[in-house]
């Protein structure tokens, strides 16, 4: 009989906890898993924020252990979004916090695409994933980007807290009481995105959708996942060169 140590089991754990930059293009790395939080109902953190190293050039997106709230990174800084904030206000991450699923690339260099009309959720999609091949990024694999300028009817939520399933276990779920919800017709703001693929659907998305989005005021003072928006005309699409 093999014996299995203690040692080879974190090993194993941390390659199934994570996904190593050198895999994905733009450095990009996965702490956790969309659909293994899901189904398992395992919250716990995957990474100590504290362990990251986040430089100039950093963006993510993600939720902190136990569902407690959201994290934003824009461009190295990171900003977290406790679920005990009735406003969605951010503020800078605490020395224990960790990330249940954390999703983050590293990007010195944007070119930028005008939205040419006003487009629903749908539309700016297909726009994104157009843009994208155009410009030559594999859109079979994941990829981030960044949009800046209004959004419309909008709906953006903060996690407060593993909600409880039948038969025990946590899940995730949009809508879901645990989830302090915001929406409206138009605002303006900056959003940091990235595009699943096939391959990371349901990994670092949920499942059956493509994109992970967060949203965040000009300011970066309010923050979390966005759900569903419009674009308007105008809004700038930033992609990696």
Not at 184 to 190: C, D, I, P, Q, S
Request: a negative charge; proline letters at 3%.
């Amino acid at each position: 009989m093999v014996k299995i140590t203690a040692t080879a089991l974190l090993i194993v754990w941390m390659l199934s906890a994570t996904t190593a930059a050198a895999d994905w293009p733009f450095n990009i790395s996965v702490y956790g898993n969309f659909k293994r939080m899901i189904h398992s109902g395992d919250v716990s953190g995957k990474i100590a924020l504290a362990s990251i190293a986040f430089s100039a050039g950093t963006y993510g997106v993600g939720a902190l252990a136990s569902l407690q709230g959201e994290i934003l990174v824009w461009n190295g800084t990171v900003f977290i979004t406790p679920g005990e904030s009735a406003s969605g206000s951010t503020q800078s991450p605490r020395a224990d916090d960790k990330a249940a699923l954390l999703i983050v690339a590293q990007v010195q260099d944007w070119e930028d695409e005008q939205v040419p009309n006003d487009m629903t959720l749908a539309e700016f999609e297909r726009f994104l994933i157009n843009a994208a091949d155009s410009r030559g990024i594999d859109i079979k694999k994941p990829f981030p980007f960044l949009l800046t300028g209004e959004i419309t009817d909008y709906s953006w939520h903060v996690v407060t807290g593993a909600a409880k399933r039948h038969g025990g276990g946590t899940m995730h779920h949009q809508g879901h009481a645990e989830n302090r919800v915001f929406s409206g017709v138009e605002t303006r703001g900056k959003l940091v995105g990235f595009y699943a693929a096939e391959k990371l659907e349901g990994v670092i998305s949920h499942p059956g959708e493509r994109l992970h989005i967060h949203y965040a005021d000009d300011g970066i003072k309010i923050s979390g996942h966005l759900d569903s928006f419009g674009v308007r005309k105008g809004a700038r699409l930033q992609l990696p060169r």
